[in-house]
Protein backbone atom coordinates (compact mmCIF):
# COMPACT_ATOMS: atom_id res chain seq x y z
CA UNK A 1 0.00 0.00 0.00
CA UNK A 2 1.29 3.65 -1.00
CA UNK A 3 2.47 5.81 2.12
CA UNK A 4 0.03 9.01 1.54
CA UNK A 5 0.72 11.58 4.44
CA UNK A 6 -2.07 12.58 6.49
CA UNK A 7 -1.72 16.59 6.43
CA UNK A 8 -2.30 18.48 9.50
CA UNK A 9 -2.81 22.34 9.88
CA UNK A 10 -1.92 24.03 12.98
CA UNK A 11 -3.78 27.40 12.86
CA UNK A 12 -5.64 30.31 14.52
CA UNK A 13 -5.92 33.74 13.46
CA UNK A 14 -4.70 35.40 17.05
CA UNK A 15 -1.09 35.05 17.83
CA UNK A 16 -0.07 33.65 21.40
CA UNK A 17 -2.09 30.67 21.63
CA UNK A 18 0.56 28.16 21.69
CA UNK A 19 0.20 27.53 17.79
CA UNK A 20 3.71 26.68 17.04
CA UNK A 21 4.19 24.79 20.44
CA UNK A 22 1.13 22.55 19.97
CA UNK A 23 3.04 22.21 16.05
CA UNK A 24 6.64 21.16 17.50
CA UNK A 25 4.88 18.96 20.05
CA UNK A 26 2.24 16.95 18.17
CA UNK A 27 5.24 16.21 15.07
CA UNK A 28 7.45 15.00 18.12
CA UNK A 29 5.15 12.49 19.94
CA UNK A 30 3.91 11.23 16.28
CA UNK A 31 7.87 10.49 15.26
CA UNK A 32 8.30 9.64 18.64
CA UNK A 33 5.56 6.74 18.28
CA UNK A 34 7.68 5.39 14.91
CA UNK A 35 5.97 7.74 12.35
CA UNK A 36 7.53 9.83 9.69
CA UNK A 37 6.58 13.03 10.25
CA UNK A 38 7.66 16.02 8.01
CA UNK A 39 6.87 20.00 10.44
CA UNK A 40 6.47 22.69 7.84
CA UNK A 41 6.88 25.92 9.09
CA UNK A 42 5.01 28.62 6.98
CA UNK A 43 5.04 31.44 9.34
CA UNK A 44 7.62 34.60 8.89
CA UNK A 45 8.25 34.60 12.66
CA UNK A 46 9.63 31.53 12.63
CA UNK A 47 8.78 30.47 16.07
CA UNK A 48 9.01 26.32 15.24
CA UNK A 49 12.10 26.78 13.53
CA UNK A 50 13.63 29.02 17.03
CA UNK A 51 11.75 26.18 18.99
CA UNK A 52 13.60 23.40 17.30
CA UNK A 53 16.87 25.01 17.91
CA UNK A 54 17.13 27.03 14.45
CA UNK A 55 17.27 30.69 16.10
CA UNK A 56 20.71 31.53 14.93
CA UNK A 57 20.24 30.50 11.27
CA UNK A 58 16.85 31.94 11.29
CA UNK A 59 18.29 35.50 12.66
CA UNK A 60 21.55 35.33 10.00
CA UNK A 61 20.00 35.76 6.70
CA UNK A 62 23.28 35.45 5.22
CA UNK A 63 23.52 31.88 6.80
CA UNK A 64 22.94 28.98 3.64
CA UNK A 65 19.52 27.96 5.15
CA UNK A 66 17.53 25.32 2.85
CA UNK A 67 13.44 26.89 3.93
CA UNK A 68 10.28 26.48 2.54
CA UNK A 69 11.16 29.54 0.15
CA UNK A 70 13.32 27.49 -1.49
CA UNK A 71 10.67 24.40 -1.34
CA UNK A 72 8.30 26.72 -3.20
CA UNK A 73 11.12 27.92 -5.34
CA UNK A 74 11.63 24.39 -7.02
CA UNK A 75 14.95 23.90 -5.29
CA UNK A 76 15.79 20.44 -4.55
CA UNK A 77 13.83 19.00 -1.30
CA UNK A 78 16.34 19.41 1.66
CA UNK A 79 14.97 19.05 4.65
CA UNK A 80 17.10 19.55 8.44
CA UNK A 81 16.42 16.38 10.35
CA UNK A 82 15.71 16.81 13.94
CA UNK A 83 18.08 14.67 16.00
CA UNK A 84 16.39 14.65 19.14
CA UNK A 85 13.52 12.73 17.81
CA UNK A 86 14.39 10.19 14.93
CA UNK A 87 12.19 10.28 12.51
CA UNK A 88 11.22 14.10 12.42
CA UNK A 89 12.46 16.37 9.78
CA UNK A 90 11.67 20.12 9.84
CA UNK A 91 10.80 22.53 6.58
CA UNK A 92 12.02 26.15 8.91
CA UNK A 93 10.88 29.37 7.81
CA UNK A 94 12.43 32.80 7.84
CA UNK A 95 11.56 36.14 7.15
CA UNK A 96 12.12 35.80 3.62
CA UNK A 97 8.99 34.26 3.81
CA UNK A 98 6.34 37.53 4.46
CA UNK A 99 8.58 38.90 1.01
CA UNK A 100 7.87 35.90 -0.94
CA UNK A 101 4.13 36.37 0.67
CA UNK A 102 4.14 39.26 -1.24
CA UNK A 103 5.03 37.27 -4.59
CA UNK A 104 1.99 34.68 -4.15
CA UNK A 105 -0.70 37.48 -3.36
CA UNK A 106 0.46 38.24 -7.09
CA UNK A 107 0.46 35.00 -8.25
CA UNK A 108 -3.17 33.43 -9.23
CA UNK A 109 -2.93 30.24 -8.14
CA UNK A 110 -0.70 31.17 -4.96
CA UNK A 111 -3.17 29.73 -2.52
CA UNK A 112 -2.00 26.75 -4.41
CA UNK A 113 2.01 26.81 -4.81
CA UNK A 114 2.29 25.33 -1.21
CA UNK A 115 0.04 22.13 -1.85
CA UNK A 116 1.66 21.90 -5.35
CA UNK A 117 4.82 22.05 -3.55
CA UNK A 118 4.30 19.48 -0.99
CA UNK A 119 2.37 17.22 -2.93
CA UNK A 120 5.89 15.15 -4.03
CA UNK A 121 6.39 14.54 -0.47
CA UNK A 122 3.31 13.28 0.52
CA UNK A 123 4.10 9.27 -0.16
CA UNK A 124 7.75 9.56 1.73
CA UNK A 125 6.22 10.91 5.30
CA UNK A 126 3.35 9.29 7.49
CA UNK A 127 2.63 13.12 8.85
CA UNK A 128 3.08 16.53 7.06
CA UNK A 129 2.12 18.76 9.97
CA UNK A 130 1.93 22.55 9.29
CA UNK A 131 2.11 25.26 11.68
CA UNK A 132 0.82 28.43 9.51
CA UNK A 133 1.09 32.22 10.44
CA UNK A 134 -1.60 34.13 12.36
CA UNK A 135 -3.09 35.96 10.02
CA UNK A 136 -6.06 35.53 7.29
CA UNK A 137 -4.62 36.35 4.27
CA UNK A 138 -2.32 34.27 1.96
CA UNK A 139 -0.21 32.23 4.00
CA UNK A 140 -2.50 30.92 6.12
CA UNK A 141 -5.03 30.06 3.24
CA UNK A 142 -2.15 28.71 1.20
CA UNK A 143 -1.42 26.00 4.82
CA UNK A 144 -4.84 25.25 5.27
CA UNK A 145 -5.25 24.20 1.91
CA UNK A 146 -2.10 22.40 2.17
CA UNK A 147 -2.95 20.85 4.85
CA UNK A 148 -6.92 20.35 5.54
CA UNK A 149 -7.21 18.63 8.28
CA UNK A 150 -7.04 21.64 11.12
CA UNK A 151 -6.19 22.04 14.67
CA UNK A 152 -7.13 25.22 16.68
CA UNK A 153 -5.45 26.11 19.73
CA UNK A 154 -7.43 28.64 21.55
CA UNK A 155 -6.20 30.33 24.64
CA UNK A 156 -8.50 30.11 27.01
CA UNK A 157 -9.75 33.69 28.15
CA UNK A 158 -12.98 34.94 27.04
CA UNK A 159 -11.51 37.55 24.91
CA UNK A 160 -9.90 35.17 22.13
CA UNK A 161 -14.16 33.87 21.72
CA UNK A 162 -14.78 36.62 18.76
CA UNK A 163 -11.80 35.62 16.72
CA UNK A 164 -12.39 32.06 16.85
CA UNK A 165 -16.05 32.49 15.55
CA UNK A 166 -14.16 34.48 12.98
CA UNK A 167 -11.68 31.77 12.46
CA UNK A 168 -14.56 29.48 11.68
CA UNK A 169 -16.51 31.10 9.63
CA UNK A 170 -13.43 32.14 7.42
CA UNK A 171 -12.89 28.26 7.45
CA UNK A 172 -16.19 27.13 6.22
CA UNK A 173 -15.94 29.84 3.63
CA UNK A 174 -12.17 28.75 2.29
CA UNK A 175 -13.97 25.11 2.49
CA UNK A 176 -16.69 25.83 0.06
CA UNK A 177 -13.99 28.37 -2.72
CA UNK A 178 -11.31 26.62 -2.74
CA UNK A 179 -10.56 23.10 -0.75
CA UNK A 180 -13.64 20.98 -0.27
CA UNK A 181 -11.73 18.06 1.87
CA UNK A 182 -11.21 21.03 4.82
CA UNK A 183 -12.22 20.59 8.33
CA UNK A 184 -11.51 21.62 11.51
CA UNK A 185 -10.34 17.94 13.20
CA UNK A 186 -10.60 19.92 16.64
CA UNK A 187 -10.19 22.60 18.99
CA UNK A 188 -7.14 22.42 21.76
CA UNK A 189 -7.66 24.53 24.62
CA UNK A 190 -4.63 25.95 25.72
CA UNK A 191 -3.43 28.09 28.76
CA UNK A 192 -6.30 26.31 30.95
CA UNK A 193 -6.01 27.17 34.69
CA UNK A 194 -8.33 24.89 36.63
CA UNK A 195 -8.97 26.56 39.77
CA UNK A 196 -9.97 29.56 37.67
CA UNK A 197 -13.89 30.32 36.52
CA UNK A 198 -13.17 32.29 33.08
CA UNK A 199 -11.07 29.66 31.70
CA UNK A 200 -13.52 26.85 32.51
CA UNK A 201 -16.22 29.04 31.07
CA UNK A 202 -14.64 29.44 28.13
CA UNK A 203 -14.54 25.49 27.70
CA UNK A 204 -18.18 25.84 28.24
CA UNK A 205 -18.68 28.39 24.97
CA UNK A 206 -16.08 26.36 22.90
CA UNK A 207 -18.19 23.31 23.87
CA UNK A 208 -20.95 24.86 22.22
CA UNK A 209 -19.40 26.53 19.44
CA UNK A 210 -17.67 23.31 18.29
CA UNK A 211 -20.13 20.45 19.15
CA UNK A 212 -18.12 17.53 19.43
CA UNK A 213 -14.64 19.20 17.82
CA UNK A 214 -13.28 19.63 20.92
CA UNK A 215 -10.31 17.70 22.01
CA UNK A 216 -10.74 16.54 25.81
CA UNK A 217 -7.34 17.23 26.25
CA UNK A 218 -6.64 20.99 27.54
CA UNK A 219 -2.88 22.19 27.58
CA UNK A 220 -2.57 23.94 31.18
CA UNK A 221 -0.31 27.33 31.77
CA UNK A 222 2.92 26.38 32.83
CA UNK A 223 6.13 27.55 32.99
CA UNK A 224 8.24 24.45 31.72
CA UNK A 225 6.61 24.28 28.76
CA UNK A 226 8.29 27.34 28.01
CA UNK A 227 11.27 26.92 29.49
CA UNK A 228 11.91 23.89 27.08
CA UNK A 229 11.53 26.04 24.26
CA UNK A 230 13.84 28.09 25.51
CA UNK A 231 16.24 25.60 25.06
CA UNK A 232 15.66 24.57 21.83
CA UNK A 233 13.38 21.75 22.58
CA UNK A 234 9.73 20.88 23.14
CA UNK A 235 8.48 20.00 26.45
CA UNK A 236 8.06 16.53 25.62
CA UNK A 237 11.16 16.34 25.04
CA UNK A 238 12.80 18.07 27.52
CA UNK A 239 10.74 16.66 30.54
CA UNK A 240 9.08 13.97 29.56
CA UNK A 241 7.08 13.58 32.97
CA UNK A 242 6.20 17.19 33.36
CA UNK A 243 2.35 17.79 33.34
CA UNK A 244 2.59 19.62 30.04
CA UNK A 245 4.14 16.69 28.43
CA UNK A 246 1.61 14.64 29.49
CA UNK A 247 -1.02 16.77 28.39
CA UNK A 248 0.48 17.16 24.79
CA UNK A 249 1.04 13.40 24.66
CA UNK A 250 -2.67 12.89 25.17
CA UNK A 251 -3.31 15.63 22.72
CA UNK A 252 -1.28 13.49 19.99
CA UNK A 253 -2.86 10.76 20.84
CA UNK A 254 -6.12 11.95 20.47
CA UNK A 255 -5.32 12.70 17.05
CA UNK A 256 -3.88 9.69 16.46
CA UNK A 257 -7.56 8.32 16.92
CA UNK A 258 -9.27 10.35 14.90
CA UNK A 259 -7.63 9.34 11.74
Known sequence: MTRRA?????????GGVGKSTTAINLASVLALRGHKVLLVDFDPAAGASIFLGLAEEVREEQTPLYTVVELLNGKPFTPFPYALAPGLDLLPANTRLSHHAQVLDRDPRGHFRLAEALEPLASDYDYII???A??????MIGAIIACPEVVVPVQLD????????????FVVSLKQTAQPALKVMGVLPTFNEAR???????LGALRGLFQGRLFQTSISRLRAIGDAHGHGRPVVLAQPDNRGAIEYTQFAEEVLRRA
Do not use: H, W, Y
Not at 158 to 169: A, C, K, S
Not at 196 to 202: F, G, I, N, W
Open 6 to 14: RRICVANNK
Open 130 to 132: CDS
Open 134 to 139: PTLGIL
Open 158 to 169: IGTLPMTIEFND
Open 196 to 202: SKTPQAM
